[in-house]
Nanobody, 119 residues
Framework: QVQLVESGGGLVQPGGSLGLSCVPSRSIFSIYAMGWYRQAPGKQRELVADMRSGGSTAYADSVKGRFTISRDSDKNTVYLQMNNVKPEDTAVYYC?????????????WGQGTQVTVSS
């Protein structure tokens, strides 16, 4: 079973920057996409940003222009650079890897890392 290990969460002031990284416990093949989701208290988990195997990216409207996703394909490592953070960015951030399994896909998740934006 693949495990995704996130790091980089913590406390940051509004307007500040924070970077997250996600490393798999072993090599992953047939990756369709890797990305970041977040879940705030009392809310559903939502997509923050993801990157497909071809390099295309998708961002939530709320983070466009502030967050940047990048990936080291050789290491299957994915990063999320968060700039100009806002209190509403406070959430647990989860790394996701979506792997092709025949005609379907399988999701792998990290354990989550807390990001708190507060002065």
């Amino acid at each position: 079973q693949v495990q995704l290990v996130e790091s980089g969460g913590g406390l940051v002031q509004p307007g500040g920057s924070l970077g997250l990284s996600c490393v798999p416990s072993r090599s992953i093949f047939s990756i369709y996409a890797m990305g970041w989701y977040r879940q705030a208290p009392g809310k559903q988990r939502e997509l923050v940003a993801d990157m497909r195997s071809g390099g295309s990216t998708a961002y939530a409207d709320s983070v466009k222009g502030r967050f940047t996703i990048s990936r080291d394909s050789d290491k299957n490592t994915v990063y999320l650079q968060m700039n100009n953070v806002k209190p509403e960015d406070t959430a647990v951030y989860y790394c996701n890897a979506r792997v092709v399994r025949g005609f379907s896909t399988e999701d792998f998740w990290g354990q989550g890392t807390q990001v708190t934006v507060s002065s």
